[in-house]
């Protein structure tokens, strides 16, 4: 089955930029949407953004002047890329996969594959 | 994009019936069938519950049901079990082709 893994720097310091590699195994990235959540430590779930397999994007307005969201098919990876980070940034890292109904695919549907998810904290 | 809103925090006794419930605008629950539920434990991912308002992904026991009116959509968990203990959460689509998670409900079974 579909296996998402979250990869990257652990530690990332204050003004700079958290990168982080979901990797999707088991599948193709093809055909659907892909989406980055976090959830800060004792706090609730935070939807950062998506990306549509064939590049298109869309973002959380309240991170949207921080943040990218890339994907490359050839290695099956999407990324995100926080610009500007500060302590409030410190979260775990999520990546799901928006699921698909009736043979269509949106991102209307629930995430129904998440990785494990990838702790980040913002320290100098 | 202002968070749904859920109760902190709900309680039952096994084998009883609990609800949550989840409140936003019509530019969100009350204006698509696009409502999710996700359950996590402490350490865990979230885990898929119900989708579209009212669906259940395979291998989720039908103890679980969702439902939607107007601007509030809700999970009910019926004959509840010490296993169901965890944190919930809802999301709903927007008019702005983002999505929006609610605050999260820490579900106690007592």
């Known amino acids: 089955q579909v296996q998402l893994q979250e990869s990257g720097p652990g530690l990332v310091k204050p003004s700079e930029t958290l990168s982080l590699t979901c990797t999707v195994s088991g599948g193709s990235i093809s055909s659907y949407y892909w989406s980055w959540i976090r959830q800060p430590p004792g706090k609730g779930l935070e939807w950062i953004g998506y990306?549509?397999?064939?590049?298109?994007?869309n973002y959380n307005p309240s991170l949207k002047s921080r943040v990218t969201i890339s994907v490359d098919t050839s290695k099956n990876q999407f990324s995100l890329k926080l610009s500007s980070v500060t302590a409030a940034d410190t979260a775990v890292y999520y990546c799901a996969r928006h699921g698909c109904s009736g043979g269509s695919c949106s991102i209307g549907y629930g995430m129904d594959v998440w990785g494990q998810g990838t702790t980040v904290t913002v320290s100098s | 994009q202002s968070a749904l809103t859920q109760p902190a925090s709900v309680s039952g006794s096994p084998g009883q019936s609990i609800t949550i419930s989840c409140t936003g605008t019509?530019?969100?629950?009350?204006?698509?069938?696009?409502v999710s539920w996700y359950q996590q434990h402490p350490g865990k991912a979230p885990k898929l519950m119900i989708y579209?308002?009212?669906n259940r992904p395979s291998g989720v026991p039908d103890r679980f049901s969702g439902s939607k009116s107007g601007n509030t959509a809700s999970l009910t968990i019926s004959g509840l079990q010490a296993e169901d203990e965890a944190d919930y959460y809802c999301?709903?689509?927007?008019?702005?082709?983002?999505?929006?998670f609610g605050g999260g409900t820490k579900l106690t079974v007592l």
């Open positions: 990306i549509y397999y064939s590049g298109s994007t």
């Open positions: 999301s709903s689509y927007t008019s702005s082709s983002t999505q929006v």
């Open positions: 579209e308002v009212s």
């Open positions: 019509s530019s969100d629950v009350g204006g698509y069938n696009y």
